[in-house]
């Protein structure tokens, strides 16, 4: 059974910085590509930022020059890096990965539980 984990929550001050972490484990075969979502308070959830097998990657037009995505395929792991946070980025983040079955070698998507970034002074 695939179990991710996030980490790296927490409350910062507009301007600071924070690492989001999302690890998968269990059995699987590969994963293919690994995203961050994120949803505010009132608002619908968003893509923030993915990254493919290849290392090619996407942003959201309003994290672009602050927020950078990468992976670590040895430890199943996606990164989100956060720099020059601003009020407007508080919201629960969300990784999303899809995991490729070691027996049916079928893609399933798996969602991480959440982590609350708040962003305030």
């Known amino acids: 059974q695939v179990q991710l984990m996030e980490s790296g929550g927490g409350l910062v001050q507009p301007g600071g910085s924070l690492r989001l972490s999302c690890a998968a484990s269990?059995?699987?075969?590969?994963?293919?590509?690994m995203a961050w979502y994120r949803q505010a308070p009132g608002k619908e959830r968003e893509l923030v930022a993915d990254?493919?097998?290849?290392?090619?990657?996407n942003y959201a037009n309003s994290v672009k020059g602050r927020f950078t995505i990468s992976r670590d395929n040895a430890k199943n792991t996606v990164y989100l890096q956060m720099n020059s946070l601003e009020p407007e980025d508080t919201a629960v983040y969300s990784c999303?990965?899809?995991?490729?079955?070691?027996?049916?070698?079928?893609?399933?998507?798996?969602w991480g539980k959440g982590t609350l970034v708040t962003v305030s002074s």
């Open positions: 999303h990965l899809d995991i490729r079955d070691s027996v049916t070698e079928l893609y399933r998507t798996y």
């Open positions: 269990g059995r699987f075969f590969s994963i293919n590509n």
């Open positions: 990254i493919g097998n290849g290392g090619n990657t």
